[in-house]
């Protein structure tokens, strides 16, 4: 079974990897590296001082992102650009591999190169490759960070490095902000969020200097394009399940709760499973706010954490049988491939409705878990 699968997922990840930096360096039409080309406009309109938030309809970034933006998009062309992306895409997919590979606990080959291709036969990693998308960059950043927390976070370089590597990161808040709860509660985590929090000011204040416009108006603008458009567009959040009941007012406070909800239990949980915590907090941050399809890739990590407890073996609670069955089910949604979410009803409903209900099965089902190990510990 293993094996077929691996078969049937590395022929999902080969055609649709191809045929993704295909879009992502060759595509001259208007969907060939979208987000890369949108990006590089508006990194372009920042720094030459035009209103951004009144221009474009699609910048629903921080002032930060921008100047974190910048070394890739700031001085190069849109050609030299999509290269260079399409490069540092390949190695962040190489290093995010290796992390995972690493973590899993696999053991044999045949399992290895099937946590691998969890991530490269997902149609989410393809379309954030095709689009030049973020979370491919920023995913193994934030689990790299996590790491070095986890092993011995007290050591001055190592909290240096990894409130550099969160701030990086924090180009996109909604994926990276719920990561630094867990980042909080480890070791040196004051340390290191209190690094994260004056340094994220400070790339603020420097990036809205490039602007005519005061720091509290373009933040205010950054905020009403973000919440039209969270409403309005994306699916499985927070931010259009309340807009559906016509709840657009809750937008952002619903988000504040999530998000000191989230806090308040990894405090709970803080002492246990790393990879538990760890996929739990992937579910929020991809349930939590406005996403679209290419940030699905978040849905690795808890993936990576029913690997493992299904690795564990036999359980008097048939936890393994379950992690089993739900690895099996989210790998298999995984692979849908995004037209799906665009066709008639109720082939869309069932794309959308189908990956909440998996999601929100496993959620459960580690919060389980979760549970039941604080519990035994008798936290």
Partial sequence: MLRLACVIMAIFAALKLGDEFRRLLFDSGPIGAIDLKLFHQMVR???S?????QLRDHALY????????????????VTPARWLWAVTSVGALGWLVHLIIQESGAETRLERVFVALMLLSMNATGVTIGNGQLIVHLLPVLLFGLLLLRQDGREWHKVLLAASLFLVALVKPSISLPFLWMALFMGAGLRTVSLVGFGYVGLTVFAAS????????LLRGWLERGTAEAVAAGYANLHRWLASLGLEQWVLPGSLLVLVALG???YRHRRGDFWLLLGVTALVARLWAYHRVYDDVLILLPMVALFRIAKRG?????ADVVAGLLLATTVLAMLLP???EWFPAPWSWLFKGGHTVVWIAVLAFLLYQARRETDAEGG
């Avoid at 036999?314 to 048939?318: D, L, T």
Wanted: hydrophobic fraction near 50%; charge should be positive.
């Fill in 314 to 318: 036999p359980a008097s609670h048939g």
């Fill in 62 to 77: 921080p002032p930060a992102s921008y100047l974190l933006l910048w070394p890739f998009h700031g001085w190069l062309a």
């Fill in 210 to 217: 490039f602007q005519r416009m005061a720091l509290t108006v």
């Fill in 49 to 53: 001082g035009r209103p951004l938030y």
């Fill in 264 to 266: 308040l239990w990894t």
């Fill in 45 to 47: 309109d920042w720094f």
């Fill in 338 to 340: 995004t037209r799906f």
